[in-house]
Protein backbone atom coordinates (compact mmCIF):
# COMPACT_ATOMS: atom_id res chain seq x y z
CA UNK A 1 0.00 0.00 0.00
CA UNK A 2 0.99 3.58 -0.87
CA UNK A 3 1.40 6.01 2.05
CA UNK A 4 0.05 9.54 2.48
CA UNK A 5 -2.95 11.22 2.50
CA UNK A 6 -5.87 11.48 -0.16
CA UNK A 7 -6.67 14.88 1.00
CA UNK A 8 -6.04 17.20 -2.21
CA UNK A 9 -3.12 19.72 -1.44
CA UNK A 10 -4.01 22.63 -3.76
CA UNK A 11 -4.12 21.83 -7.20
CA UNK A 12 -1.54 18.51 -6.62
CA UNK A 13 -3.67 15.08 -5.87
CA UNK A 14 -1.75 12.08 -4.80
CA UNK A 15 -4.05 8.76 -5.16
CA UNK A 16 -2.91 6.32 -1.33
CA UNK A 17 -3.75 3.06 0.08
CA UNK A 18 -4.57 1.72 -3.30
CA UNK A 19 -4.87 -2.32 -3.41
CA UNK A 20 -2.12 -3.69 -5.65
CA UNK A 21 -4.26 -4.60 -8.42
CA UNK A 22 -4.75 -0.88 -9.19
CA UNK A 23 -1.13 -0.77 -10.80
CA UNK A 24 -3.59 -1.74 -13.98
CA UNK A 25 -6.22 0.36 -13.61
CA UNK A 26 -6.59 3.82 -16.37
CA UNK A 27 -7.37 6.05 -14.07
CA UNK A 28 -4.13 6.48 -12.48
CA UNK A 29 -0.42 6.53 -13.25
CA UNK A 30 2.51 5.33 -11.74
CA UNK A 31 5.68 8.14 -11.43
CA UNK A 32 8.86 7.77 -10.06
CA UNK A 33 9.81 10.72 -7.80
CA UNK A 34 12.26 13.21 -9.31
CA UNK A 35 13.77 13.87 -5.87
CA UNK A 36 13.16 10.76 -3.72
CA UNK A 37 12.72 8.03 -6.40
CA UNK A 38 10.00 5.95 -4.72
CA UNK A 39 7.19 4.96 -7.05
CA UNK A 40 3.70 5.68 -6.52
CA UNK A 41 0.12 5.65 -8.15
CA UNK A 42 -1.00 9.04 -8.93
CA UNK A 43 -5.05 10.04 -10.16
CA UNK A 44 -4.81 10.98 -13.75
CA UNK A 45 -5.16 9.28 -16.68
CA UNK A 46 -2.88 8.45 -19.73
CA UNK A 47 -1.65 10.36 -21.57
CA UNK A 48 -2.43 13.26 -19.37
CA UNK A 49 0.51 15.94 -17.80
CA UNK A 50 0.31 15.50 -14.34
CA UNK A 51 1.45 17.93 -11.50
CA UNK A 52 2.15 15.98 -8.18
CA UNK A 53 3.17 16.25 -4.83
CA UNK A 54 5.42 13.31 -3.77
CA UNK A 55 3.56 11.16 -0.96
CA UNK A 56 6.63 10.45 0.53
CA UNK A 57 9.05 13.64 0.22
CA UNK A 58 6.77 16.52 -0.73
CA UNK A 59 8.67 17.25 -3.48
CA UNK A 60 6.35 19.19 -5.99
CA UNK A 61 6.43 18.48 -9.82
CA UNK A 62 5.34 18.31 -13.19
CA UNK A 63 5.05 15.22 -15.10
CA UNK A 64 4.46 14.25 -19.30
CA UNK A 65 4.72 11.47 -21.27
CA UNK A 66 6.25 13.15 -23.95
CA UNK A 67 5.81 12.49 -27.69
CA UNK A 68 6.93 12.88 -31.22
CA UNK A 69 5.68 15.83 -33.47
CA UNK A 70 7.33 14.55 -36.27
CA UNK A 71 6.36 12.73 -39.98
CA UNK A 72 5.72 9.49 -40.00
CA UNK A 73 8.37 7.58 -38.84
CA UNK A 74 8.42 5.01 -42.11
CA UNK A 75 9.82 8.29 -43.71
CA UNK A 76 12.75 8.97 -41.50
CA UNK A 77 16.13 7.68 -41.88
CA UNK A 78 17.22 5.06 -39.19
CA UNK A 79 19.04 7.01 -36.88
CA UNK A 80 22.60 6.99 -36.25
CA UNK A 81 24.31 7.50 -32.80
CA UNK A 82 26.95 10.11 -32.21
CA UNK A 83 30.28 7.49 -33.43
CA UNK A 84 28.11 7.46 -36.95
CA UNK A 85 27.10 3.93 -36.20
CA UNK A 86 23.42 2.54 -36.77
CA UNK A 87 21.75 2.39 -33.49
CA UNK A 88 19.63 -0.87 -32.64
CA UNK A 89 16.14 -1.83 -32.33
CA UNK A 90 16.81 -5.24 -30.47
CA UNK A 91 16.37 -4.91 -27.01
CA UNK A 92 18.17 -8.74 -27.17
CA UNK A 93 21.56 -7.18 -28.26
CA UNK A 94 23.35 -4.97 -25.95
CA UNK A 95 24.11 -0.95 -26.37
CA UNK A 96 28.39 -0.92 -26.76
CA UNK A 97 29.38 0.29 -22.94
CA UNK A 98 27.00 -1.71 -21.19
CA UNK A 99 28.00 -5.17 -21.42
CA UNK A 100 29.11 -5.71 -17.81
CA UNK A 101 24.93 -4.70 -17.03
CA UNK A 102 23.91 -7.74 -19.10
CA UNK A 103 25.37 -10.29 -17.01
CA UNK A 104 23.55 -12.52 -14.49
CA UNK A 105 23.20 -11.76 -11.06
CA UNK A 106 24.30 -8.12 -11.66
CA UNK A 107 22.98 -6.09 -8.63
CA UNK A 108 19.77 -3.98 -10.06
CA UNK A 109 21.55 -1.24 -7.90
CA UNK A 110 24.20 -0.94 -10.56
CA UNK A 111 21.78 -0.98 -13.64
CA UNK A 112 19.87 1.50 -11.42
CA UNK A 113 22.75 3.96 -10.91
CA UNK A 114 23.52 3.93 -15.02
CA UNK A 115 19.84 4.19 -15.66
CA UNK A 116 19.63 7.26 -13.32
CA UNK A 117 22.70 9.07 -15.16
CA UNK A 118 21.78 8.22 -18.63
CA UNK A 119 18.27 9.98 -18.24
CA UNK A 120 19.82 12.35 -16.12
CA UNK A 121 22.13 13.17 -19.07
CA UNK A 122 18.90 13.08 -21.72
CA UNK A 123 16.98 15.60 -19.57
CA UNK A 124 19.52 18.00 -20.07
CA UNK A 125 19.66 18.05 -23.48
CA UNK A 126 17.28 20.29 -25.96
CA UNK A 127 14.59 18.87 -27.62
CA UNK A 128 16.04 18.49 -30.76
CA UNK A 129 18.19 17.16 -32.16
CA UNK A 130 18.57 14.27 -29.37
CA UNK A 131 21.61 11.84 -28.95
CA UNK A 132 19.89 8.24 -30.48
CA UNK A 133 22.33 6.15 -29.25
CA UNK A 134 21.58 7.58 -25.63
CA UNK A 135 17.88 6.56 -26.03
CA UNK A 136 19.03 3.62 -26.85
CA UNK A 137 20.73 2.88 -23.62
CA UNK A 138 17.70 4.80 -21.52
CA UNK A 139 15.23 1.90 -23.50
CA UNK A 140 17.53 -1.04 -22.88
CA UNK A 141 18.12 0.00 -19.19
CA UNK A 142 14.88 0.80 -18.33
CA UNK A 143 13.90 -2.56 -20.19
CA UNK A 144 16.24 -4.12 -18.28
CA UNK A 145 15.00 -2.61 -14.87
CA UNK A 146 11.33 -3.78 -15.16
CA UNK A 147 12.31 -7.11 -15.92
CA UNK A 148 14.04 -6.82 -12.94
CA UNK A 149 11.30 -5.69 -11.33
CA UNK A 150 8.61 -8.22 -12.51
CA UNK A 151 10.42 -10.86 -11.12
CA UNK A 152 10.07 -9.58 -8.21
CA UNK A 153 6.62 -9.02 -8.35
CA UNK A 154 7.00 -5.37 -7.70
CA UNK A 155 4.48 -4.20 -10.66
CA UNK A 156 4.01 -0.83 -9.51
CA UNK A 157 8.08 -0.14 -10.10
CA UNK A 158 7.74 -1.86 -13.17
CA UNK A 159 5.11 0.30 -14.26
CA UNK A 160 6.72 3.16 -12.56
CA UNK A 161 10.25 2.87 -14.29
CA UNK A 162 8.83 2.03 -18.06
CA UNK A 163 6.41 5.63 -17.79
CA UNK A 164 9.94 7.05 -16.44
CA UNK A 165 11.57 6.00 -19.20
CA UNK A 166 8.78 6.76 -22.15
CA UNK A 167 9.04 10.49 -20.74
CA UNK A 168 12.41 11.05 -21.90
CA UNK A 169 12.20 9.13 -25.17
CA UNK A 170 11.49 10.79 -27.81
CA UNK A 171 11.98 8.50 -30.75
CA UNK A 172 9.10 6.51 -32.14
CA UNK A 173 10.51 3.18 -32.86
CA UNK A 174 11.84 3.32 -28.92
CA UNK A 175 8.68 4.35 -27.73
CA UNK A 176 6.46 1.95 -29.14
CA UNK A 177 9.26 -0.72 -27.74
CA UNK A 178 8.29 0.81 -24.08
CA UNK A 179 4.47 1.40 -25.18
CA UNK A 180 4.20 -2.47 -25.77
CA UNK A 181 5.39 -3.34 -22.80
CA UNK A 182 3.61 -0.74 -20.79
CA UNK A 183 0.18 -2.26 -22.57
CA UNK A 184 1.09 -6.22 -22.13
CA UNK A 185 1.67 -5.12 -18.45
CA UNK A 186 -1.48 -3.59 -18.04
CA UNK A 187 -3.35 -6.82 -20.25
CA UNK A 188 -1.81 -9.48 -17.76
CA UNK A 189 -4.09 -7.53 -15.61
CA UNK A 190 -7.34 -8.08 -17.46
CA UNK A 191 -9.17 -10.29 -14.51
CA UNK A 192 -8.85 -7.11 -12.44
CA UNK A 193 -11.54 -5.74 -14.70
CA UNK A 194 -9.38 -2.29 -15.99
CA UNK A 195 -6.39 -4.33 -17.48
CA UNK A 196 -7.65 -4.07 -20.78
CA UNK A 197 -8.70 -0.39 -21.22
CA UNK A 198 -5.56 0.52 -19.61
CA UNK A 199 -3.54 -1.41 -22.26
CA UNK A 200 -5.77 0.00 -24.97
CA UNK A 201 -4.57 3.05 -23.99
CA UNK A 202 -1.45 2.34 -24.14
CA UNK A 203 -2.00 1.02 -27.67
CA UNK A 204 -2.79 4.20 -28.95
CA UNK A 205 0.09 6.01 -28.26
CA UNK A 206 2.30 3.82 -30.36
CA UNK A 207 2.80 5.39 -33.94
CA UNK A 208 1.93 3.46 -36.73
CA UNK A 209 3.69 1.07 -38.28
CA UNK A 210 7.58 1.82 -38.58
CA UNK A 211 8.64 -0.40 -41.14
CA UNK A 212 10.94 -1.92 -38.81
CA UNK A 213 10.41 -5.40 -38.24
CA UNK A 214 11.87 -5.34 -34.33
CA UNK A 215 9.24 -2.62 -33.18
CA UNK A 216 6.59 -3.38 -35.14
CA UNK A 217 6.77 -7.07 -34.17
CA UNK A 218 6.43 -5.96 -30.52
CA UNK A 219 3.72 -4.23 -31.03
CA UNK A 220 1.94 -6.96 -33.12
CA UNK A 221 2.87 -8.70 -30.12
CA UNK A 222 1.04 -6.48 -27.18
CA UNK A 223 -2.06 -6.51 -29.64
CA UNK A 224 -2.18 -10.15 -30.40
CA UNK A 225 -2.20 -10.43 -26.41
CA UNK A 226 -4.52 -7.90 -26.04
CA UNK A 227 -6.61 -10.03 -28.49
CA UNK A 228 -6.70 -13.06 -25.79
CA UNK A 229 -7.22 -11.42 -22.77
CA UNK A 230 -10.70 -9.91 -24.59
CA UNK A 231 -10.81 -13.24 -26.06
CA UNK A 232 -10.45 -13.44 -29.45
CA UNK A 233 -7.72 -15.86 -29.92
CA UNK A 234 -8.56 -16.75 -33.75
CA UNK A 235 -7.64 -12.71 -34.25
CA UNK A 236 -4.28 -13.23 -32.44
CA UNK A 237 -3.48 -15.92 -34.92
CA UNK A 238 -4.41 -13.89 -38.01
CA UNK A 239 -2.16 -11.66 -36.99
CA UNK A 240 0.94 -13.76 -35.80
CA UNK A 241 0.58 -16.36 -37.38
CA UNK A 242 0.07 -20.17 -37.63
CA UNK A 243 3.52 -21.73 -39.04
CA UNK A 244 5.82 -22.99 -37.53
CA UNK A 245 8.46 -19.99 -38.42
CA UNK A 246 7.51 -16.92 -36.56
CA UNK A 247 7.47 -13.91 -38.86
CA UNK A 248 8.03 -11.71 -35.34
CA UNK A 249 11.65 -10.77 -35.31
CA UNK A 250 13.40 -8.93 -32.30
CA UNK A 251 12.96 -9.69 -28.27
CA UNK A 252 9.28 -9.79 -28.66
CA UNK A 253 10.18 -13.59 -30.67
CA UNK A 254 9.54 -15.73 -27.77
CA UNK A 255 6.50 -14.06 -26.44
CA UNK A 256 5.30 -14.25 -30.03
CA UNK A 257 5.49 -17.89 -29.66
CA UNK A 258 3.46 -17.95 -27.14
CA UNK A 259 0.91 -16.39 -27.60
CA UNK A 260 0.31 -18.25 -30.56
CA UNK A 261 0.63 -21.34 -27.70
CA UNK A 262 -1.88 -20.26 -25.95
CA UNK A 263 -4.12 -19.16 -29.06
CA UNK A 264 -4.57 -22.81 -30.18
CA UNK A 265 -4.79 -23.98 -26.51
CA UNK A 266 -8.08 -21.41 -26.40
CA UNK A 267 -9.31 -22.78 -29.67
CA UNK A 268 -9.25 -26.58 -28.78
CA UNK A 269 -5.95 -27.86 -30.80
CA UNK A 270 -3.95 -29.15 -28.36
CA UNK A 271 -1.45 -30.97 -30.23
CA UNK A 272 -0.59 -27.95 -32.64
CA UNK A 273 -0.60 -25.73 -29.25
CA UNK A 274 2.11 -28.66 -27.96
CA UNK A 275 4.26 -29.38 -31.44
CA UNK A 276 4.61 -25.42 -31.42
CA UNK A 277 5.48 -24.60 -27.63
CA UNK A 278 8.26 -27.72 -28.53
CA UNK A 279 9.86 -25.81 -31.40
CA UNK A 280 9.60 -22.97 -29.00
CA UNK A 281 11.60 -24.46 -26.48
CA UNK A 282 14.39 -25.92 -28.19
CA UNK A 283 14.60 -22.06 -30.23
CA UNK A 284 14.68 -20.05 -27.61
CA UNK A 285 15.70 -22.19 -24.69
CA UNK A 286 13.77 -23.76 -21.40
CA UNK A 287 14.42 -20.83 -19.10
CA UNK A 288 14.15 -18.22 -20.91
CA UNK A 289 10.26 -19.79 -22.11
CA UNK A 290 9.26 -20.94 -18.72
CA UNK A 291 10.02 -16.80 -17.32
CA UNK A 292 8.34 -15.45 -20.42
CA UNK A 293 4.73 -18.36 -19.70
CA UNK A 294 5.45 -17.61 -16.73
CA UNK A 295 4.95 -13.49 -16.72
CA UNK A 296 2.38 -13.47 -19.05
CA UNK A 297 0.75 -16.64 -17.70
CA UNK A 298 0.60 -18.26 -21.21
CA UNK A 299 0.27 -21.84 -22.83
CA UNK A 300 -0.74 -23.85 -19.14
CA UNK A 301 -1.47 -26.70 -20.88
CA UNK A 302 0.92 -27.60 -23.35
CA UNK A 303 3.45 -26.56 -20.81
CA UNK A 304 1.78 -28.92 -18.26
CA UNK A 305 2.18 -31.24 -20.72
CA UNK A 306 6.02 -31.16 -21.69
CA UNK A 307 6.60 -31.48 -18.21
CA UNK A 308 4.42 -34.68 -18.01
CA UNK A 309 6.60 -36.17 -21.00
CA UNK A 310 9.57 -35.02 -18.51
CA UNK A 311 8.92 -36.94 -16.10
CA UNK A 312 7.67 -40.06 -18.42
CA UNK A 313 11.00 -40.05 -19.98
CA UNK A 314 13.13 -39.84 -16.66
CA UNK A 315 10.51 -43.03 -15.57
CA UNK A 316 11.53 -45.13 -18.96
CA UNK A 317 15.49 -43.65 -18.63
CA UNK A 318 15.35 -45.31 -14.95
CA UNK A 319 14.25 -48.75 -15.75
CA UNK A 320 15.85 -49.40 -19.29
CA UNK A 321 19.99 -49.60 -17.71
CA UNK A 322 18.38 -52.36 -14.63
CA UNK A 323 16.48 -54.09 -17.62
CA UNK A 324 19.42 -54.21 -19.82
CA UNK A 325 21.60 -55.18 -16.80
CA UNK A 326 19.83 -57.97 -15.39
CA UNK A 327 17.51 -59.26 -17.80
CA UNK A 328 13.58 -58.69 -18.14
CA UNK A 329 11.99 -60.59 -15.04
CA UNK A 330 8.46 -59.86 -14.41
CA UNK A 331 8.68 -59.30 -10.62
CA UNK A 332 11.86 -56.82 -11.03
CA UNK A 333 9.89 -55.10 -13.86
CA UNK A 334 6.59 -54.41 -11.32
CA UNK A 335 8.94 -53.28 -8.94
CA UNK A 336 10.41 -50.69 -11.15
CA UNK A 337 7.69 -50.00 -13.13
CA UNK A 338 5.45 -49.42 -9.60
CA UNK A 339 8.71 -47.48 -8.16
CA UNK A 340 8.56 -45.16 -11.27
CA UNK A 341 4.50 -44.73 -10.58
CA UNK A 342 5.32 -43.58 -7.56
CA UNK A 343 7.86 -40.88 -8.40
CA UNK A 344 5.53 -39.64 -11.00
CA UNK A 345 2.51 -39.43 -8.39
CA UNK A 346 4.74 -37.37 -6.21
CA UNK A 347 6.23 -35.55 -8.89
CA UNK A 348 2.63 -34.69 -10.01
CA UNK A 349 1.28 -34.01 -6.87
CA UNK A 350 4.10 -31.26 -6.56
CA UNK A 351 3.91 -29.60 -9.98
CA UNK A 352 -0.51 -29.46 -8.81
CA UNK A 353 0.71 -27.68 -5.24
CA UNK A 354 3.39 -25.14 -6.65
CA UNK A 355 0.38 -24.40 -9.63
CA UNK A 356 -1.90 -23.53 -6.41
CA UNK A 357 0.73 -21.34 -5.27
CA UNK A 358 1.54 -23.38 -2.39
CA UNK A 359 5.56 -23.80 -1.02
CA UNK A 360 6.60 -27.43 -1.43
CA UNK A 361 10.49 -28.18 -0.05
CA UNK A 362 11.88 -31.50 0.97
Known amino acids: MLRGSCAPRGPYHVVSRMPAPSVHSPDVRAVECESCG ?14 LTCAYCGHEQVRSLGGSD ?12 ANGR ?17 RRRVPIADTRARFDAVRTALSTMSSAPRDPEAEWHLVWLGSM ?3 RHHIARDLLSER ?21 RLSRLAAS ?17 AAPHTGIAEVDGDVDAAIAYLDIQR ?21 ARVVADLLRVEALERLGRALPAYGLLRIATRGHGQAVVTSIATRYALARRSR ?10 LALLLVLPVVVVFGIESDHLAFLVSADAALIAVLGIVLWLRRKGRRVTF
Request: hydrophobic share 45%; glycine share 10%; net charge neutral.
Open 160 to 180: AVLEATLERTTLPPYRNLLLA
Open 231 to 251: GDPQAALARLGQEEASPIRGS
Open 86 to 102: LVSFDLRETPPGLEALA
Open 38 to 51: RAQLVAGRVPEALS
Open 145 to 147: LAA
Open 304 to 313: ARLVRAGIGA
Open 189 to 205: GASSGDGLALAQAWLDL
Open 70 to 81: GPPYRTAPRPRG
